[in-house]
């Protein structure tokens, strides 16, 4: 059958003069201009323009690949319907869902339950219930049940939310924000804020909203954080505001150090040195070689550089003006020097994958 620009072919037709419209079957083939497509049943009504497939079908047009298993094509708003197994291909981007919707002209689609975004250059995916994208998968937002997960060759970064964006500027780099209940686990770095943004123009991992990220055996906080990654690699860290580093002595006792900012150095994702700028604070528990506990140190200074091997604090530089008292241990009680800000959130720490799912308080 001819009808303007397609060209409708089929083993089997069926036309019926009451309703102005067939029914193909068998080998279903459409050829356009514009799109090819192949099914294996095909209703056709010539009043709406609206075509109605059924069984394994594929759609190639410039750029894309569609495929589904039933829906429907309307062909005078130029948009359509996929459902079961539904899967577009856009250059190196990959969206599936059970229900996906396609505007051809302006690029925008929509897809509902198991939604899963792949992009395969990148390697990245995110997943959820409910997807909308525009430009042919250069900008979308993903909700309900979000994981995003990137690949690197040494590890994968796990992140969830209530909702991601995410987008490809003009110069194919690309961004993505993460907003309400943020959590994100890697093998050697997690952390919780209420918001995050990340984007490959400055290689930054930005934290906002009651942040909180843990390296190492560390637990930091700050207003703002703000991590320099590179292909998985943390390259180094910055605390800005009521910055905040704890990490555990004992059962009741903490190492502390605390500055209006903070800023880390990295080497193979291991933190080795720290430097605290302005009204810097520390409270520290030295001990001998054989670890027997010295006494409890406080420091005060405008600015620190602290010094880190195997995880543990080996040297502090105090500067400008230090002052401290050394405390014998058994006249002090720990639990009563603590930094302004202090919260031991180990309990909320991703100690894998799955653990990015449970909710902070």
Not at 137 to 154: A, E, G, I, K, P
Not at 156 to 166: I, N
Not at 173 to 202: C, P, T, W
Request: charged residues 30%.
């Amino acid at each position: 059958i001819r009808n303007g620009q397609d060209d409708i072919s089929s083993k089997t037709g069926v036309y019926d003069t009451r309703t102005r419209s067939f029914t193909f079957k068998d080998d279903v083939v459409i050829t356009n201009p514009e799109y090819q497509l192949y099914s294996d049943t095909l209703h056709y009504d010539t009043r709406s323009d609206i075509a109605y497939f059924r069984g394994p079908s594929t759609i190639y047009s410039e750029g894309s690949i569609i495929e589904c298993r039933n829906g429907w094509y309307d062909k005078k708003q130029d948009r359509a319907q996929f459902n079961k197994d539904a899967k577009v291909t856009s250059d190196t981007r990959i969206l599936t869902g059970d229900s996906l919707y396609y505007e051809r002209r302006s690029g925008y689609g929509k897809g509902v339950g198991n939604v899963l975004l792949v992009d395969t250059v990148e390697k990245v995916t995110v997943s959820g219930q409910f997807s909308e994208t525009w430009e042919d998968l250069r900008r979308y937002y993903v909700t309900d049940s979000v994981l995003m997960t990137q690949v690197f060759d040494q590890d994968t970064l796990f992140v969830t939310g209530d909702t991601l964006f995410g987008k490809r500027d003009s110069m194919d780099l690309h961004s993505i924000r993460a907003y309400a209940h943020v959590k994100f686990y890697k093998s050697d770095l997690q952390g919780a804020s209420d918001s995050l943004f990340y984007s490959e123009n400055d290689s930054l991992m930005r934290l906002r909203g009651r942040p909180v990220m843990w390296s190492d055996s560390s637990q930091m906080t700050a207003k703002r954080i703000n991590i320099t990654m590179a292909e998985g690699e943390i390259l180094g860290l910055d605390l800005d505001s009521l910055a905040l580093m704890i990490s555990r002595d004992d059962s009741i006792r903490f190492n502390q150090v605390a500055g209006e900012r903070m800023h880390g150095y990295f080497r193979e994702n291991t933190m080795y040195r720290l430097d605290v700028f302005e009204q810097g604070r520390s409270i520290y528990h030295p001990r001998e070689e054989d670890s027997s506990l010295t006494g409890l140190n406080e420091v005060f200074c405008r600015n620190m550089h602290i010094y880190i091997e195997e995880n543990q604090v080996v040297r502090i530089v105090f500067l400008e003006e230090p002052y401290g008292t050394m405390f014998p241990w058994e006249d002090v009680d720990p639990r009563a020097y603590r930094l302004e800000g202090f919260s031991w959130q180990a309990a909320d720490r991703p100690r894998s994958p799955m653990d990015i799912y449970r909710e902070r308080p």
